[in-house]
């Protein structure tokens, strides 16, 4: 599914390009449409899965076209962890760039300051505000946070709030909000405790659920911590080894797919390059090339990662990692196929670590460390959280 499909501001879909998002993530697809027919919504869904783009892109949307109180908050977005608070309010930030939707996160742990901005901007009011429920609480009992006007209320990784003892605190975080409003809830499992939480606060709500796929077994997968610079040179060595008879390299953008694949064959691997800029007669050619071992390296943007019918393929590389879980798994699940094993490699640069951690969590377990040869010289070393650096926004 396309997300001009749905119908969303112009402005939205700008955001939506501009973060390099394509097509719609399953969960995407999913709750987007209830969510814009105004419905409550309770979603099993996991981190990694788009779940965050899933409720701010209609929410957005129905901020810039529906009834709108000014000089109010008009979401609350109730979330158990500051780093998911950061994360969202980065999320709104991008998806929203092309808009004047204001918004801040509120979240506890910071200096004084940090408080008498988020003072000053829930006095005032703002579009949409993240917090996590203790740091909101202090800002209720004082009595000045705006929310009268209040419309919409998404409560986040609520299985985690629940299970950080955040009940009583969100219980009473809602007896500020008016009745009239429109609430989703996320959370990756759905204990008893949970239906107990969602009964009391959604309305005929639907149910969605998005399960998961595991990748095979078989799959023997690694993650190698580089520099952006090693990238290509590691690539590069693990491709001439020889070991491998037919792989896929897959690149997030299609603009470093052509970029690597012209490195590739300057440094004389038989290399095809698959993408949406081709047409459909010459991404079938080197297609047809790759299954007859004209070639033996494909390298490929995420279009190749679903209902592509190659077999045999015995190494994936992920030359970025992927944006989303999903990805992740259907770009593995491009070897091993067919009860064979197969091999899968990720280079996760410096950036992209706190991604990659995403990924393992939604995986369930790490993903083995791969050791980087000592002539590449000295690599990161796997740090997620240290990448995650305190900030909050503000627009307007
Ligand atoms: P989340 O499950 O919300 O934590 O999202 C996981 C990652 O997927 C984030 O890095 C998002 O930016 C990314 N993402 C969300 N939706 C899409 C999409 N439709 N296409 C590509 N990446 C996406």
Same mark, same amino acid.
């Given at each position: 599914?396309?997300?001009?499909?749905?119908?969303?501001?112009?402005?939205?879909?700008?955001?939506?390009? !501009?973060?390099?998002?394509?097509?719609?993530?399953? +969960?995407?697809?999913?709750?987007?449409?209830?969510?814009? #027919?105004?419905?409550?919504? %309770?979603?099993?869904?996991?981190?990694?899965?788009?779940?965050?783009?899933?409720?701010?892109?209609?929410?957005?949307?129905?901020?810039?076209?529906?009834?709108?109180?000014?000089?109010?908050?008009?979401?609350?977005?109730?979330?158990?962890?500051?780093?998911?608070?950061?994360?969202?309010?980065?999320? %709104?930030?991008?998806?929203?760039?092309?808009?004047? +939707?204001?918004?801040?996160?509120?979240?506890?742990?910071?200096?004084?300051?940090?408080?008498?901005?988020?003072?000053?901007?829930?006095?005032?009011?703002?579009?949409?505000?993240?917090?996590?429920?203790?740091?909101?609480?202090?800002?209720?009992?004082?009595?000045?946070?705006?929310?009268?006007?209040? &419309?919409?209320?998404?409560?986040?990784?609520?299985?985690?709030?629940?299970?950080?003892?955040?009940?009583?605190?969100?219980?009473?975080?809602?007896?500020?909000?008016?009745?009239? /409003?429109?609430?989703?809830? $996320?959370?990756?499992?759905?204990?008893?405790?949970?239906?107990?939480? !969602? &009964?009391?606060?959604?309305?005929?709500?639907? #149910?969605?659920?998005?399960?998961?796929?595991?990748?095979? #077994?078989?799959?023997?997968?690694?993650? $190698?911590?580089?520099?952006?610079?090693?990238?290509?040179? @590691?690539?590069?060595?693990?491709?001439?080894?020889?070991?491998?008879?037919? @792989? %896929?390299?897959?690149?997030?953008?299609?603009?470093?797919?052509?970029?690597?694949?012209?490195?590739?064959?300057?440094?004389?691997?038989?290399? !095809?390059?698959?993408?949406?800029?081709?047409?459909?007669?010459?991404?079938?050619?080197?297609?047809?090339? $790759?299954?007859?071992? &004209?070639?033996?390296?494909?390298?490929?943007? *995420?279009?190749?990662?679903?209902?592509?019918?190659?077999?045999?393929?015995?190494? +994936?590389?992920?030359? *970025?990692?992927?944006?989303?879980?999903? *990805?992740?798994?259907? /770009?593995?699940?491009?070897?091993?196929?067919?009860?064979?094993?197969?091999?899968? $490699?990720?280079?996760?640069?410096?950036?992209?670590?706190?991604?990659?951690?995403?990924?393992?969590?939604?995986?369930?377990?790490?993903?083995?460390?791969?050791?980087?040869?000592?002539?590449?010289?000295?690599?990161?070393?796997? !740090?997620?959280?240290?990448?995650?650096?305190?900030?909050?926004?503000?627009?307007?």
């Amino acid at each position: 599914m396309k997300f001009i499909d749905l119908g969303l501001d112009q402005r939205i879909l700008d955001g939506i390009d !501009a973060m390099g998002y394509e097509t719609a993530t399953p +969960v995407q697809q999913q709750v987007m449409v209830p969510i814009l #027919e105004g419905k409550d919504i %309770i979603a099993a869904a996991q981190t990694g899965t788009g779940k965050t783009a899933a409720f701010l892109l209609p929410l957005l949307h129905r901020l810039l076209t529906s009834e709108h109180t000014a000089g109010d908050i008009n979401a609350l977005i109730i979330v158990p962890t500051r780093e998911l608070a950061i994360q969202i309010a980065e999320s %709104i930030e991008g998806l929203s760039y092309f808009t004047d +939707v204001s918004s801040i996160a509120v979240y506890g742990g910071g200096n004084g300051s940090s408080f008498v901005t988020e003072k000053k901007a829930l006095t005032s009011g703002v579009d949409i505000v993240v917090c996590t429920p203790g740091r909101m609480i202090a800002h209720l009992n004082m009595g000045y946070v705006k929310l009268k006007g209040l &419309k919409y209320l998404v409560l986040d990784e609520a299985d985690r709030m629940l299970d950080m003892g955040f009940n009583d605190d969100i219980a009473k975080i809602i007896t500020y909000l008016p009745v009239q /409003r429109q609430n989703l809830l $996320f959370s990756a499992t759905m204990p008893a405790k949970m239906r107990v939480l !969602a &009964k009391k606060i959604l309305q005929h709500p639907i #149910e969605i659920n998005i399960a998961i796929s595991k990748p095979p #077994e078989q799959i023997i997968q690694k993650a $190698f911590m580089v520099y952006e610079a090693q990238k290509v040179p @590691v690539i590069i060595d693990m491709l001439s080894s020889n070991r491998y008879t037919k @792989v %896929i390299v897959f690149c997030s953008k299609k603009a470093n797919v052509k970029q690597l694949a012209s490195k590739l064959l300057h440094a004389k691997l038989a290399v !095809a390059e698959i993408h949406s800029d081709l047409d459909q007669k010459s991404r079938e050619q080197f297609l047809q090339d $790759f299954r007859n071992q &004209k070639t033996n390296i494909l390298v490929a943007t *995420d279009i190749l990662s679903r209902g592509i019918d190659i077999d045999d393929i015995d190494l +994936v590389i992920n030359f *970025d990692v992927p944006n989303d879980g999903e *990805d992740y798994i259907h /770009r593995i699940g491009r070897t091993a196929r067919a009860a064979t094993s197969g091999t899968a $490699f990720t280079l996760v640069g410096e950036k992209e670590q706190s991604k990659f951690a995403e990924i393992e969590e939604l995986l369930g377990a790490p993903v083995i460390k791969g050791i980087v040869p000592d002539m590449f010289g000295p690599t990161p070393t796997y !740090a997620p959280r240290a990448n995650n650096a305190r900030k909050f926004t503000r627009k307007r």
